[in-house]
């Protein structure tokens, strides 16, 4: 049986269409699968799991089927659903884990982050990762008005588009001293992360042993889905 990984999906109601590509996904090759582990950014936004759309609903309803079919899902945030709650994932029947959790694929001790934390170049937005993390700033935060947390998502991601354009692509992907340190720290040789948008399998020297980082697809465009059967990895795109 395979398991499968995916993340970054962004879903948002601005994009319906990928929103259905996700549910079809889930009820036909997913519903299938051993696991689901989604790394992160499965939504555009999360400003509380008071602020729930038809998007959101129309997720934790698909997770909830497919746990309701002994198909485990897992959920580790990401820089955009950090927010995301024990109520929404009680809802949707899925499993939160810390970012840099170990599981076993297959045999395979694997480390599964996001991917923010091994951005380390990015030095203003491990600032800002810093900050919103601590709890008396996501307590604050989440007590605001909607109308106020709305209008600072919004704001946040304008000023993420902009930042983004502004800075040499190396700043916003991984640095490899931070990818070494996290597997030396974890004892694996196995990495999987999204977040940096560049999907790939990547060969790493892990003091002269060898070891792998595979980097999951975004759903912008289009679904992009990682199985994983024993050794075999592959990367699919979905329509
Ligand atoms: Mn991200």
């Known amino acids: ?17 990928i929103t259905r590509t996700f549910v079809d996904f889930v009820h036909d090759e997913a519903a299938r699968a051993k696991a689901l582990y989604i790394l ?11 602020a729930g759309d038809e998007t959101s609903d129309a997720v934790a309803d698909a997770l909830a089927g497919l746990h309701a079919r002994g198909v485990p899902v897992f959920f580790i945030h990401g820089n955009r659903d950090f927010l995301l709650g024990d109520a929404y994932a009680r809802r949707a029947r899925m499993t939160l884990l810390p970012d840099g959790s170990i599981v076993d694929v297959d045999g395979e001790r694997t480390l599964l982050m996001h991917g923010d934390t091994l951005c380390t170049d990015d030095a203003p937005y491990q600032a800002f990762r810093t900050q919103s993390h601590a709890p008396e700033w996501q307590r604050a935060f989440l007590a605001r008005p909607l109308e106020q947390r709305r209008a600072f998502a919004a704001q946040a991601r304008a000023e993420s588009v902009r930042y983004t354009r ?16 996290a597997l030396r720290a974890h004892r694996v040789r196995r990495l999987i992360h999204g977040h940096t948008h560049r999907p790939a399998q990547h060969s790493v020297d892990l003091d002269g042993v ?4 595979v980097v999951l697809g975004d759903w912008y465009e289009q679904g992009s889905v990682l199985r994983c059967c024993g050794r075999e990895f592959a990367m699919r795109r979905l329509a």
């Open 166 to 181: 502004s800075v040499a692509d190396a700043i916003t992907d991984v640095n490899d001293a931070a990818v070494v340190a």
């Open 1 to 17: 049986m395979t398991t499968l990984f995916i993340s970054d999906l962004h879903l948002d109601a601005s994009r319906p269409q």
């Open 210 to 213: 060898p070891a792998e980082r």
């Open 40 to 50: 992160g950014d499965l939504f555009e936004a999360w400003i509380g799991d008071d």
